[in-house]
């Protein structure tokens, strides 16, 4: 581990070390583990319930108002395995930026653009556009996690993220079963 002032960063050995338990993740049905809406720029709010709406992506987050709202990017998705795994700490896991996090395979091999995954009432649809981190995403967790969500594994499993849109509005809660629809 490397630390950064009060923040320690997994190394890539110990980043590589999960790689196995991410493997494990359910193929057909998971769980929504966590909801994050960013009411503001750099805000999180924690959810329990939440609302996916086919104009708005999830009720009250700042989707829609960053300036380039593309509708292929309206929802983004991280494995929960891999977000627990990069960030040990669960208060700093919503730094990552993504709206849900789901115990389920989001690799490109199981979930290839146009599936279809109901969860609560809503359904999703997972979209072409690829979801690589930014710079925010290094600072949050460190360089190697960086290169690690990016390296050939790291893009086949989709370990950054997957976006998605909402093709049917519904409501979600946490702990709801997460089911690939098509």
Same mark, same amino acid.
């Given at each position: 581990m490397?630390? !950064? ?27 929504l ?6 009411p ?5 709010e ?12 999830l009720?009250? =987050?700042?989707?829609k ?6 509708? =292929? !990017?309206q929802?983004?998705? !991280? ?6 795994h990069?960030s ?7 730094l ?6 789901? =115990? ?8 290839p653009?146009?599936?279809r ?13 690829p979801?690589?981190?930014?710079k ?6 460190g360089? =190697? ?7 050939p594994?790291g893009?086949?499993?989709n ?7 909402v093709?049917?509005?519904?409501t979600?809660?946490v ?8």
């Amino acid at each position: 581990m490397t630390t !950064m002032t009060d923040i320690t960063h997994l190394t890539m050995v110990e980043l590589e070390a999960g790689l196995d338990f991410m493997r494990q993740a359910p193929k057909d049905e998971g769980v929504l583990e966590a909801i994050i809406r960013r009411p503001q720029k750099g805000g999180r709010e924690s959810l329990e319930e939440g609302e996916l709406d086919t104009a708005e992506g999830l009720v009250g =987050d700042n989707w829609k108002t960053r300036g380039a709202a593309h509708l =292929d !990017m309206q929802l983004t998705i !991280m494995n929960a395995r891999a977000i627990a795994h990069i960030s040990p700490d669960i208060e700093r896991r919503q730094l990552a930026g993504d709206q849900l996090f789901i =115990d389920l395979d989001l690799s490109g091999e199981n979930l290839p653009p146009g599936t279809r995954l109901s969860i609560g009432s809503a359904v999703v649809e997972v979209t072409a556009e690829p979801h690589t981190g930014c710079k925010q995403f290094v600072a949050r967790f460190g360089l =190697d996690a960086m290169k690690f969500v990016n390296s050939p594994q790291g893009k086949a499993l989709n370990l950054r993220g997957i976006n998605t849109k909402v093709v049917q509005s519904g409501t979600i809660r946490v702990g709801d079963s997460a089911k690939k629809a098509s």
